[in-house]
């Protein structure tokens, strides 16, 4: 079945550090790719996304890339702040209008200063 | 930006015992939806919902989960009669529409405790 696997956690950083978080996934058919945020005490937030082949999403200094060839959507920021510290969650849908959108385990972040 | 609010933010329970969770979705919102997170594993959608009736459910919805919009705003989410299973944090989520481009909005979480 379709699903999300992401790099396990916790990842430590110093603060302006390059951050990497791994995802790939496995579908049927071509879904769009997303990221979401959990700040502590917060629900999720997307942080961004990318629909198509080759399209990189960004925002926030973050960036991921769709990469149909290696099923991947790797979370990359050049450098991190402590206000990054957070859970991020890669996740899928299909575009098949459906209403599921399928997620990863999460990967919490803590970026120290 | 609106908000999706989830109330309790805690809810602790026997097994057995019934629990409703609510949620007010943001306001001009059509589709909503429920995921759980059981700690350490994924975030795992359960249910959806349009127009007052159910568009789609995960296996884990069985017939121990309801979901109601008994009024304009709140969206609730019923579990007759817990399992220590059932312990996760359950997330509130909506949408103006579905599908692949749909952002979704969700709450900050119940953390359901099942004794």
């Known amino acids: 079945g379709d699903s999300v696997t992401q790099m396990e956690g916790p990842v430590t950083l110093s603060e302006e550090a390059f951050l990497t978080i791994n995802c790939t996934y496995t579908a049927t058919g071509y879904p769009s790719l997303f990221w979401y945020v959990q700040y502590p005490g917060e629900g999720l937030q997307l942080l961004l996304k990318a629909t198509k082949a080759d399209d990189k999403g960004s925002n926030k200094g973050f960036e991921a890339t769709y990469r149909k060839e290696t099923t991947s959507f790797h979370l990359e920021k050049g450098s991190v702040q402590v206000s990054d510290s957070a859970v991020y969650f890669c996740?899928?849908?299909?575009?098949?209008?459906?209403?599921?959108?399928?997620f990863g385990a999460g990967t919490r972040l803590f970026v120290k200063a | 930006e609106p908000e999706v609010t989830q109330t309790p933010s805690h809810q602790v329970t026997q097994m057995g015992q019934e629990v409703i969770l609510r949620c007010v979705p943001i306001?001009?919102?059509?589709?909503f939806y429920w995921y759980r997170q059981i700690l350490g594993q994924k975030v795992e959608f359960l249910v959806s919902?349009?127009?007052?009736?159910?568009?789609?459910k995960s296996e884990i919805f069985d017939d121990q989960f309801s979901v109601e919009r008994p009024d304009g705003s709140n969206f609730t989410l019923k579990i007759r009669s817990t399992k220590l299973e059932d312990s996760a944090m359950y997330f509130c989520?909506?949408?103006?529409?579905?599908?692949?481009?749909?952002?979704?909005?969700f709450g900050s979480g119940t953390q359901l405790s099942v004794l």
């Open positions: 989520a909506s949408s103006t529409r579905p599908g692949a481009n749909e952002k979704l909005f």
């Open positions: 306001s001009n919102h059509l589709y």
């Open positions: 919902f349009y127009n007052n009736e159910i568009s789609e």
């Open positions: 996740a899928l849908i299909l575009n098949t209008g459906g209403f599921k959108t399928i």
